[in-house]
């Protein structure tokens, strides 16, 4: 059952919050077709990974993780967007489409996972049909480790677990969209 109300990040220990702009996504406003998923037949959607620039991340920042993910879709463990980590701490904005398959427009040393599409890279929102409105949490990490250890063939959960324990704070962009 979806609830607009419940965070499914309210269960991770509490961390500092720092910011994070976009360009391209706005807090609690509706993605735009750029950030839609053509591959999964959305008219106009482009996969595109939208524009993120941070500041004011805790002191002891050695690394970030850029995570996309969709709490509502059926699926009973939602559905992940995109993950992306061991992005230096000098570094503090990803430019819009740096979620590409070929991850050429991310820093070095950066991994991106395979999303719940299957395929390393940023997939856009495509939720079912008449399912109602889907949120779409745009997740900054800060990490306490250069580089996490964790393999390019890992799962988005299975970072999320390795993430618990080094994340020293999170700076959340939440948008919606439905079909």
């Given at each position: ?6 965070n ?9 919050s720092?910011?994070v ?8 406003n ?6 839609l ?18 500041s004011?991340?805790p002191?002891?920042t050695k ?20 993950s ?24 070095n ?34 990490l306490?480790?250069?580089?996490l250890g ?10 999320g677990?390795?993430?618990l324990?080094?994340?020293?704070g ?10």
């Open positions: 059952m979806k609830n607009e109300q419940n499914p990040f309210a269960r991770l220990p509490e961390v500092a720092f910011n702009t976009s360009s391209d996504i706005r807090e609690n509706v993605l735009s077709a750029p950030q998923s053509g591959k999964f037949g959305v008219d106009g959607g482009q996969d595109i990974s939208p524009e993120l620039k941070w004011g991340a002191e002891g690394s970030y993780a850029v995570t996309v993910y969709d709490p509502d879709a059926p699926t009973g463990s939602g559905f992940w967007h995109w992306v980590f061991n992005i230096p701490a000098n570094v503090t904005e990803l430019p819009s489409g740096a979620g590409s398959e070929d991850g050429s427009d991310l820093p040393g950066a991994i991106q996972l395979k999303n719940d599409g299957l395929f390393a890279g940023y997939i856009g929102a495509a939720p079912p049909v008449g399912d109602g409105p889907h949120r779409y949490y745009f997740i900054v990490h800060a306490d480790v250069e580089d964790v393999k390019a063939n890992a799962t988005p959960a299975f970072l677990f390795n993430m324990t080094h994340t020293l999170r700076a959340v962009i939440v948008a919606t969209f439905e079909r």
